[in-house]
């Protein structure tokens, strides 16, 4: 025999979806007339033996190994022999990473005998080629944007996600968002995109109450946007998103080639600023016994327009062995730093509360029966107290809650702000003259002291217009040494007190 198979060895290495070309080549052989069995085998790592793939016998009929049964080749097999006769070609369609091995050829050479049978004269093998089949290189790639927002309540957040290049134009991406919460160093995951553009809600969507709150759009090729609508203070957090890129087999499996994740976005989520202002501009009032006074409690700029109000009335007293409080007194200590010392001393009894879903609270003892509540206008509330006694003479003041809806339609409290008191006084229906005016700095003033000095000064001009007439009359007599009439400045003598009445004396001159 003189039967010859090259015995070179080779390395391929290609990406999947790519041929395997397999040459087998007869360098020499015994006659002109040999015939060849061609069989092809593989050779796996985790085998001992090659496979066999395929086997052409020498009359040129064809026969399928098992491990082309085993492996679904039939379809992707394609044998070749050349016209040189002395070249065999296999060629392996579509090929996958299962593919990869080291592949060889078994070469049979027949002759035919003078009585017309054929017998096998000889075999070789050819050397092996090394074939290895790989993935495509990723190129998967995002953006790496850092940012920040920060939203009030109930407004809309979009949080996107960016392909910035892929592997292939096939490939099916996955796009999962999660988030990081403060003081929980573990992510978990907001929703999630299918490569099959499935929506699915993660672990946080049922424990944040995202259900429904949730919207994916993809506006073009690479770019996804979520949305989170009516955000509440509860979904701040740092966000992110992964993309996972899927790629088809030869075979046609899906299979996960990369992934990659995107930039961080923090967000933070907050409520409205405080505006809550009550009116304390409100005057002192005294009114008579049995009579009915009026407490107003006027909010004057609120944060929301979605706001609702909680309003309180409250009596200010002295505790027992403190300084007696009076409206004087807290405006002194007011604009000397020392309100913390006189709320300390005050005693705070409630009359009336009202709450933010309108439900009324109980009366105060004292005022038990006596109380009328009115909502005149959506920031103006007015409590009336009946049937005024002079026990209800003190300090009155009011105080709002201002609450605010949550994006899951809880109420939560926003702040609170108290009015300046109020000064009450009624008066006993035994009360003289001298005490009403008393009780009264503005009366007493205007009855003991403002009309003395203006008195005085009138009598002053009186006089002094009445000497400068006589003077000019009688300018005659003031020359030959007559003595003229003298009068001393008039003296104002008062009492601040009320218990002794003011006294004008006014002191004749005397002639020199």
């Known amino acids: ?68 049964e085993e492996e679904g080749l039939r379809a992707r097999l394609q044998f070749e022999r050349h016209v040189s006769g002395g070249l065999f070609s296999l060629t392996v369609q579509r090929a996958e990473v ?11 050479e027949w002759l035919l005998s003078p009585n017309y049978a054929w017998y096998k004269l000889a075999e070789e093998v050819s050397g092996r080629t090394e074939v290895t089949v790989k993935q495509p290189d990723s190129r998967l790639k995002l953006s790496q944007a850092q940012g920040n927002l920060s939203v009030l309540e109930t407004r809309q957040v979009q949080l996107e996600c960016v392909v910035l290049n892929r592997t292939s134009a096939a490939s099916q991406l996955m796009v999962e968002w999660f988030v990081w919460k403060p003081n929980h160093p573990e992510r978990e995951t907001v929703a999630r995109l299918s490569r099959e553009a499935t929506f699915h809600y993660g672990e946080q969507a049922a424990r944040n109450n995202l ?22 203070v509860q979904d701040s957090g740092t966000y992110s998103c992964r993309v996972e ?24 989520v907050m409520r409205p600023d405080a505006a ?32 609702r109000f909680a309003v309180s009335w409250y ?23 020392e309100e913390g010392e006189e709320e300390d001393l005050m005693e705070r009894t409630a009359l009336l509360s009202v709450g933010l879903d309108a439900v009324f609270g109980p009366e105060g003892g ?13 920031l103006l509330y007015r409590l009336t107290v009946l049937q005024a006694s002079p026990r209800d003479t003190g300090n009155y003041s009011c105080r709002v809650e201002e609450w605010l809806p949550s994006p899951q339609k809880e109420w939560y409290r926003l702040t609170e702000e108290e009015s300046a008191p109020i ?41 002094l217009v009445r000497f400068k007439s006589r003077n000019s009359s009688k300018n005659s007599d003031g020359k030959n040494g007559v003595p003229l009439l003298w009068i001393k400045e008039p003296h104002l003598n008062y009492s601040p007190t009320c218990l002794e009445p003011p006294v004008l004396s006014i002191h004749p001159g005397a002639i020199d």
Do not use: M
């Open 423 to 463: 000064g009450i006084h009624v008066l006993d229906a035994s009360s003289t003259l001298q005490s009403i005016i008393c009780s009264n700095d503005a009366l007493f003033y205007f009855v003991f002291f403002y009309p003395f000095p203006i008195f005085g000064i009138l009598i002053i001009t009186i006089l």
């Open 366 to 378: 004292p005022w038990e029966g006596r109380l009328r509540f009115q909502r005149l206008s959506p």
């Open 245 to 268: 890129e899927w790629l088809p087999s030869p075979s046609g499996l899906w299979y996960k080639r990369a992934e990659d994740t995107a930039g961080q976005t923090a967000v933070t």
């Open 211 to 232: 259900k429904g709150r949730l919207h994916v759009e993809s506006p073009s090729s690479g770019v996804y946007r979520l949305f989170i609508q009516n955000v509440a």
């Open 1 to 68: 025999t003189k039967l010859q198979v090259s015995k070179s060895k080779r390395t391929l290495t290609l990406v999947e979806n790519r041929p395997i070309q397999l040459n087998c080549s007869v360098k020499s052989q015994t006659s002109q007339n040999s015939h060849f069995a061609v069989l092809w085998y593989v050779h796996k790592p985790s085998d001992a033996d090659g496979k066999l793939i395929l086997k052409t016998t020498h009359n040129s009929a064809f026969e399928y190994g098992t491990y082309a």
């Open 98 to 108: 299962s593919d990869s091995g080291s592949y060889y050829c078994h070469v049979e």
């Open 276 to 307: 809550l202002q009550v009116d304390t501009v409100v005057p002192n009032a005294t009114v008579s016994e049995k009579a009915a006074f009026q407490l107003d409690c006027s909010i004057v700029s609120r944060s929301s327009q979605d706001s």
């Open 315 to 337: 009596s200010l007293r002295t505790k027992a062995g403190g300084k007696r409080g009076s409206p004087d007194l807290d405006e002194q200590e007011e604009e000397e730093g």
